[in-house]
């Protein structure tokens, strides 16, 4: 990929971020900084950042995609009651569970578990009290 002074812009938004960003939500904050910017092109670069594997995109079902600024390794739980996206970090890589399982091997698997928040339980407590 040759050197994009907006592709940078929007590489930098995703990587201060830590709460899974939407493309809008991206779009929003590139635009402080570069008021001319489409929408369509905060797509188009994003998409390339994630087809480069530069950042990881977390593709949540009936949803518009998050991107994640890390690429380590870890899963994804969608709050069922507020919609974030929360970092769950398994002890072991899960695809190594799921290939040893697997007679002839997998290419890849997609995977949103689905739970609460620590802000919803939390305040679910506080109305149950
Ligand atoms: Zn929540
Ligand atoms: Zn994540």
Not at 14 to 42: C, F, G, M, W
Not at 98 to 106: C, M, Y
């Amino acid at each position: 990929m040759k050197y994009s002074r907006q592709r940078e812009l929007i590489r930098e938004a995703v990587e201060r971020s830590t709460h899974h960003p939407t493309a809008d939500a991206i779009y929003q904050e590139v635009r402080k900084k570069e008021p001319n910017i489409s929408l369509a092109t905060v797509y188009r670069n994003l998409n390339q950042l994630a087809d480069n594997g530069i950042i990881r995109r977390v593709a949540v079902p009936g949803e518009p995609e998050h991107f994640d600024h890390t690429m380590a390794y870890h899963e994804h739980m969608i709050c069922t009651q507020c919609g974030c996206v929360v970092d769950i970090w398994p002890e072991k890589p899960l695809y190594e569970q799921f290939e040893a399982l697997s007679e002839t091997g997998i290419t890849g698997y997609d995977l949103i578990l689905h739970g609460l928040c620590r802000a919803c339980a939390d305040r679910n407590n506080l109305k149950q009290d």
